[in-house]
């Protein structure tokens, strides 16, 4: 009996040790973020403002009748900051329209999110600013509009092309709404 418990401990130590194991040391993914430079947006929009090097505007190919929507496109961070933009005429399009639909989008986020901050800014330009922060695995993060209130109504909306949780993509969250900040902060309208 001592000789086959023997023989089947030597059998499972020799199977046993084929791979080598080690350990998986705590870590996090590094993430390299460049430094934020900002360059201004070309000319052929309704509004004038700065935003990062890091990104690149596109065209919005989800409604190419609106050639005023654009997206900031962060290829090396898989995001994408979404601007809409409407022309206030007070008859068809008014404020109180597009801001409530503001809010209802930022709503849509309840089901999910943690929590919602919400702020009024006013901008160095003279607009206002409303901002919404989200917490929690919600879609988008960091949303904003920018307005005259009279003629001019610009939205903007964080966005991931990854399903990654929100706590991992925390860096680049915050580095994104220091953009977005400074896009806001510079904002003009062409009359």
Not at 23 to 45: A, C, F, M, V, W
Not at 114 to 133: C, H, Q, R, S
Not at 152 to 180: C, W
Request: with cysteine.
């Amino acid at each position: 009996m001592k000789k086959i418990s023997a023989i089947l401990i030597l059998a499972i130590g020799l199977t046993s040790c084929e791979q080598t194991w080690l350990p998986k040391p705590p870590g996090y993914n590094r993430i390299d973020l460049p430094p934020h430079t900002y360059q201004p947006l070309s000319e052929g929009y309704p509004y004038l403002f700065e935003f990062s090097k890091a990104s690149t505007v596109e065209p919005d190919s989800f409604n190419l009748a609106e050639k005023a929507w654009i997206n900031l496109n962060y290829g090396d961070l898989g995001a994408k900051i979404h601007l809409t933009y409407k022309r206030i005429d007070g008859k068809s399009v008014d404020f109180k329209t597009l801001s409530n639909d503001a809010f209802k989008l930022t709503a849509k986020h309840q089901v999910k999110a943690y929590g919602i901050e919400e702020g009024i800014l006013l901008t160095p330009n003279g607009y206002t600013a409303v901002v919404a922060e989200l917490t929690g695995e919600v879609p988008t993060q960091f949303q904003f509009f920018v307005t005259d209130s009279t003629t001019h109504f610009l939205r903007g909306a964080l966005y991931f092309n990854t399903a990654v949780k929100n706590d991992s993509l925390a860096p680049v969250i915050e580095y994104i709404k220091i953009d977005m900040t400074h896009l806001m902060n510079s904002v003009k309208f062409k009359e």
